[in-house]
């Protein structure tokens, strides 16, 4: 019914800046809030960032001050755009949505498939 779709991983060097998107189509009624999680190899999954449907966010600590996340409500799009990254922001990132699928009155939480982001010179 909802699907999303990721794109903009990458190699990248210490540093540097990637940018990460992320697409929510289907029977989607209203999106509520947005946002990144990350899994490194062998680490459990961790929220890195949330935008709210009104633009309020959130970051994990390490991530403020070098990432930066936004959305775009009339195209159900969210982005995470990352600079300054560092060796150990290695990981897939998942992004994510809470939607109300048209004919519901829940919210349901859908992924992306993820996306690799490997900092590495």
């Known amino acids: 019914q909802v699907q999303l779709v990721e794109s903009g991983g990458g190699l990248v060097q210490p540093g540097g800046s990637l940018r990460l998107s992320c697409a929510a189509s289907?029977?989607?009624?209203?999106?509520?809030?947005m946002g990144w999680y990350r899994q490194a190899l062998g680490k459990e999954r961790e929220l890195v960032a949330t935008?709210?449907?009104?633009?309020?966010?959130n970051y994990i600590d390490s991530a403020k001050g070098r990432f930066t996340i936004s959305r775009d409500n009339a195209k159900n799009m969210v982005y995470l755009q990352m600079n300054s990254l560092k060796p150990e922001d290695t990981a897939v990132y998942y992004c994510?949505?809470?939607?109300?699928?048209?004919?519901?009155?829940?919210?349901?939480?859908?992924w992306g498939q993820g996306a690799q982001v490997t900092v590495s010179s």
């Open positions: 289907g029977s989607i009624f209203s999106i509520a809030s």
């Open positions: 994510y949505a809470d939607v109300i699928v048209s004919g519901s009155n829940y919210y349901y939480k859908y």
């Open positions: 935008i709210t449907n009104v633009g309020s966010t």
